[in-house]
């Protein structure tokens, strides 16, 4: 895995968060001299975290290296499945939910760094009133998946840093 510093990730960050490849935009957003953007955008597609043009992520690469798929069950009510789904969607790591028909009112895709944020998203969802029950799986190989910098703004930055292992501590001015 490459290591990607600060810089790195409020770049990415900032493309997910303005939906823009623009030095400028990204300039804008981070403060990061816009040569700079120029040359680490560059980097990020060289080393292989962004893809392509598309900016998909090889998410690997960031430190989101487990995938949890979960089932969900629900207490029942009217409009349960708008206020659960908003709850299930504002935990960290969480990249789709959605509202399904038959026994299970929701799946969940999650993206997480380890088995500790495993963990927490297990009690994010304890933690929600409304839901009954669960079942998550570990996805053991990716055969096929789309994945774009959006899901970015699932996230924390200093969730990827972590993983990345760096602490704020350590980040220094370049």
């Known amino acids: 895995m490459s290591t990607l510093d600060r810089r790195d990730i409020d770049i990415l960050f900032a493309i997910a968060e303005t939906n823009s490849f623009s030095t400028e935009t990204i300039h804008e957003a981070t403060d990061i001299p816009k040569s700079t953007v120029h040359y680490r955008i560059q980097s990020l597609k060289d080393e292989g975290v962004v893809e392509n043009d598309l900016f998909e992520l090889d998410r690997e690469r960031i430190g989101?290296?487990?995938t949890v798929i979960s089932e969900v069950w629900a207490e029942y009510g009217?409009?349960?499945h708008e206020e659960i789904g908003t709850k299930l969607s504002a935990i960290e790591g969480v990249n789709q939910v959605y509202f399904t028909?038959?026994?299970?009112d929701?799946?969940?895709i999650a993206r997480l760094t380890s088995r500790d944020m495993v963990e927490r998203l297990v009690e994010d969802y304890e933690s929600i009133d409304e839901i009954r029950r669960t079942s998550s799986k570990f996805a053991i190989t990716t055969i096929k998946e789309d994945v774009g910098v959006s899901v970015l703004r699932n996230y924390e930055p200093e969730t990827l840093l972590a993983a990345q292992g760096i602490s704020e501590e350590s980040v220094s001015e370049e």
């Open 106 to 108: 929701f799946v969940v």
């Open 78 to 80: 009217e409009g349960y």
């Open 101 to 104: 028909m038959g026994d299970t």
């Open 64 to 66: 989101l290296a487990i």
